[in-house]
């Protein structure tokens, strides 16, 4: 009989919040953290203690007992107190490629004031891994990873030890988990029950280990250490004689693996497989409003702050580090499992929400700052005022801008800096209370109003960077523009028709093809928890959709941009029992705005749902002429393909799967479908699940929205078994009332990664910007002693690759720019120009360490060789 050596590793996992509230678990922190510091510090022994990986439980700690920051770094450096690497256990499925990565670069910055972290990719209860998670450990130094969810024989192996590579070629040193975190939880001293415990444990564990090695994991969900831990070892040891129980850690484990490198198999792919435990494929659309907040936050930092604030640090203004980190921190502590997939209570939910909108209120507000001190310190012209216009894309891009302008004027004109005029439409005009603008105005007993403008106009900006219009008053009455009714929508590259139901048809005029019956709406039942959708079974279900109904459409232009507006009502059961029995006695009522802007070529939809029914699902269907084996999307860093159908939906039953293996998928912000010729992108700004739906896998399937009353259930159709998590009523995923939601639909020639999908969503998640110059502001600030130029940009890209990230490192010493190749069968060469020469250029890492030289040419900086689906960090001093 082969022996093995058990680590027995003391650890806790640490849900923030979950059924419970951030601060009910703070008090069991405080209560457990005493008595791991004194056991550490008193007990030989007792040699470690995994933090969970994470350093926002330190954060929490200390805002009550900062005090014991000492005792703490003395066990860290001693190497007993086991921290980091991450700041807060998150999610690698929902969140982006940057989120994850400021987490692991807060989460290590913030251990470097203690001593050293684990180095090791830890995350024992994700909801599924992304494929490109070994890049992103890679690039913090982390060649080792561990994880519980989403492995099965399926990719390649069927041992728990074995490398994991990205496409582009990183590697970690893989442990998966396979029975989880907690099975070393409470451990029993009496025999009999110790015995039946470790008899069913120990035969997993050993089948799926390559050489000596075994973790038997000490700790679960806010567990306080086992005080009577070396007596169950005792135990242990006299009743297996043939193996080793002692008390480890999980680089100690590393350790015993690495004795077996030769032995172990190397794989690729992200792990999603509901094979042995659950991983919960469509819990992307839950609580769609918190998810998509979420995910629009995450654009405006890493598309517009960060951008805007290294702009204006190249110009001679602070960037401001300690209030972006603020706010990444802010909205990671919502990027756990649990919070970010919004399995949690109604009360815990509102508090993620409230985070959120904080957050976004701290985005804008500094995003504002920014605006404002570029427009302040930009020539003043003939006491016009200015308009400012950013563009944080890395190209120069033609488009239509919406902006707001006040002034005290019933018309004004619009020039550029040389004097042209700039022609534009007013969309909509309002009186403004001076005391909004500028109470000080009021309090000297000047009462006149402004004027506030809607406006649209065309203007092609400079890469990242900006171009000042100015306004001056003139004498006339500029009123709105008059919409003019339309039959169809129309630009240079597409015409939109409409048809009774509401759904419309879309021409591409340079593909010469037809899309019919986009948008259709369709609502079917959710008798699924938080974790799952899961429909009644076939028999009790009931699908509406708006294929029959007589729609209210208005189509009209307003000059630069065509709209159409659909209004109908679907009728409904109010319920999953009235659904069950073909009642209908409730309705929803939508409305559909379809808008087509000159020179854009998108078509941009946004639903509003007024909701008054519950258990259910709402998605919309965008059906195309491709019939397909596989879709296309993006994830962290590059694209994905996977299969429309997953094969294993004829075997799950059979194997006993724990969940059914749906091809419900998660994305970023785009998912395609082609025919090698020609393809249909979706793209999206906060809705991230899909399915291929239709007989010949042909439409795409997004989700809107899903209704459901329950934090777990048991039995689920897709989900047979216990309940996941606790059944505990939660009213407010009813997600009753109105909300809205945005997409978008993109032709091309080609594949879809051909046809330069990824710089179309790029486009459609990053606005222009504007900043109003005039000569009142609530609150003032004094000038700097320069003056900046009328029209900027830090740089520009020339090839295929996608931008990250632009962003001063947290040094301050380098700016930060992060590229990736979105392809997975080629590699691309990319060149950044820049508006002056440099200092020095490096290349860096995700950590912002430099790893090596990158050549330069004067102001170009040209990456040769990005291999698919690489990211690339570029330091540059300027």
């Known amino acids: 009989m082969k022996k093995y050596k058990v680590h027995v590793v003391p650890h806790m996992h640490w849900d ?52 014991n920051k000492d005792r703490i770094k003395a066990l860290v450096q001693a190497g007993k107190l086991i921290i980091g690497p991450w700041y807060s256990q998150t999610d690698s499925i929902i969140v982006n490629g940057e989120s994850i990565t400021r987490n692991l670069l807060y989460g290590i910055k913030d251990c470097k004031e203690f001593g050293p972290h684990m180095s090791i990719g830890y995350i024992p209860d994700s909801f599924g891994q992304s494929e490109q998670l070994p890049q992103i450990f890679n690039g913090f130094n982390i060649d080792k990873s561990m994880f519980w969810r989403g492995c099965s024989e399926r990719h390649g192996t069927d041992k728990t030890e074995f490398y994991w590579e990205s496409l582009e070629g990183s590697k970690v040193l893989n442990q998966v988990m396979p029975l989880g975190y907690a099975i070393g939880k409470y451990l029993p001293t009496d025999k009999e029950g110790l015995k039946k415990r470790l008899d069913t444990y120990l035969k997993v564990l050993e089948h799926g280990a390559t050489g000596e090695a075994l973790i038997l994991p000490n700790g679960h969900d806010q567990m306080p250490l086992q005080k009577n831990i070396f007596e169950v070892m005792d135990t242990l040891n006299e009743m297996y004689p043939q193996h080793e129980f002692f008390m480890s850690n999980f680089d100690e484990v590393y350790k015993d693996i690495e004795k077996n490198a030769d032995q172990l198999d190397t794989i690729r792919g992200e792990f999603i497989d509901g094979k042995y435990m659950r991983v919960h494929r469509s819990i992307s659309s839950t609580r769609m409003d918190i998810k998509d907040i979420h995910a629009k936050l995450e654009y405006r930092i890493t598309n517009v702050l960060e951008p805007l604030a290294a702009v204006a640090s190249s110009l001679g203004f602070e960037y401001h580090h300690g209030l972006i980190e603020h706010i990444w921190k802010l909205i990671m502590k919502n990027h756990a499992h649990d919070s970010i997939g919004c399995c949690c209570s109604d009360k815990v939910h509102r508090e993620i929400l409230e985070r959120f909108v904080l957050a976004s209120d701290k985005v804008e507000s500094l995003i504002i700052h920014y605006k404002r001190k570029i427009a302040d310190h930009s020539p003043a012209k003939d006491g016009a005022d200015k308009l400012v216009v950013y563009n944080l894309l890395p190209n120069k891009v033609k488009r239509v801008v919406d902006a707001t302008v006040r002034i005290r004027s019933n018309d004004f004109s619009l020039k550029d800096y040389e004097g042209n005029n700039v022609k534009y439409n007013v969309i909509s005009k309002k009186e403004i209370d001076p005391g909004l603008i500028d109470r000080q105005i009021v309090h000297y007993g000047v009462y006149e109003p402004f004027l506030e403008y ?336 009328l029209s900027y940009s830090l740089f520009e890209a020339e090839g295929k690759a996608e931008l990250s990230a632009v962003k001063m490192s947290e040094n301050n010493e380098y700016l930060v720019v992060r590229i990736f190749n979105p392809y997975r069968d080629r590699e691309i060469d990319e060149t950044l120009i820049f508006n002056r020469e440099f200092k020095e250029v490096k290349a860096g890492n995700l950590n912002e360490e430099v790893i090596g030289e990158l050549s330069y040419d004067g102001n170009k900086v040209k990456i040769e060789k990005l291999k698919p689906c690489q990211a690339r960090t570029i330091l540059l001093k300027l």
């Open 16 to 67: 923030r919040e979950w059924y419970f509230t951030t601060e009910e678990s703070r008090i069991l922190l405080l209560n457990n953290m005493e008595e791991i510091l004194e056991r550490l510090e008193t007990d030989p022994q007792y040699k470690y203690y995994v933090l969970d990986g994470q350093t926002a439980v330190l954060e929490d700690y200390f805002a009550i007992k900062p005090e």
């Open 454 to 789: 809607e406006i649209q106009f065309e203007a092609a900006v400079p890469a990242m960077g900006y171009e000042t219009l100015y306004i001056s008053k003139v004498d006339a009455e500029n009123s709105p523009v008059k919409p003019e009714a339309k039959e169809t929508l129309e630009n240079e590259f597409y015409t939109v028709s409409f048809n009774k139901n509401g759904t419309i048809n879309l021409e591409d005029k340079e593909l010469d093809r037809e899309y019919k019956n986009l948008l259709l709406l369709e609502e079917g039942s959710d008798d699924g928890d938080e974790y799952d959708y899961s429909p009644l079974r076939p028999e009790e279900e009931m699908i509406i959709t708006n294929e029959s109904v007589k729609a209210d459409i208005d189509v009209f232009s307003l000059g630069l941009e065509e709209k159409a507006v659909i209004k109908y009502r679907l009728d409904l059961p109010q319920n999953l029992e009235d659904r069950k029995k073909k009642i209908i006695n409730s309705y929803n009522d939508f409305e559909i705005e379809v808008s087509l802007k000159k020179g854009q070529k998108r078509v941009d939809v946004k639903v509003t749902i007024d909701n008054n029914v519950s258990d259910h699902r709402l998605r919309m269907h965008l059906p195309t002429p491709y019939k397909s084996s596989i879709s296309v999307a993006d994830q962290h860093f590059g694209s994905i393909e996977r299969p429309v159908h997953d094969a294993a939906m004829e075997v799950w039953e059979k194997e006993k799967w724990k969940e059914m293996p749906v091809s419900i998928y998660s994305m970023m912000s785009l998912v395609g479908l082609h025919n090698n010729e020609e393809g249909l992108a979706v793209l999206t700004k906060g809705l991230r699940e899909y399915e291929v739906i239709g007989e010949g896998y042909d439409t795409i399937a997004i989700t809107l929205m899903r209704g459901i009353g329950v934090l777990g259930k048991e039995e689920l159709y897709y989900r047979p078994g216990r309940p996941s998590g606790i059944k505990l009523p939660t009213p407010d995923s009813q997600m009753l009332g109105k909300q809205s939601y945005e997409l978008s639909l993109y032709t091309h020639k080609g594949p879809t990664l051909e046809g330069e999908t990824f710089k179309a969503a790029k486009d459609y998640t990053t606005s222009y910007d504007i900043y109003n110059k005039i000569p009142y502001d609530a609150m003032k600030l004094n000038l700097e002693d320069f003056k900046l130029p």
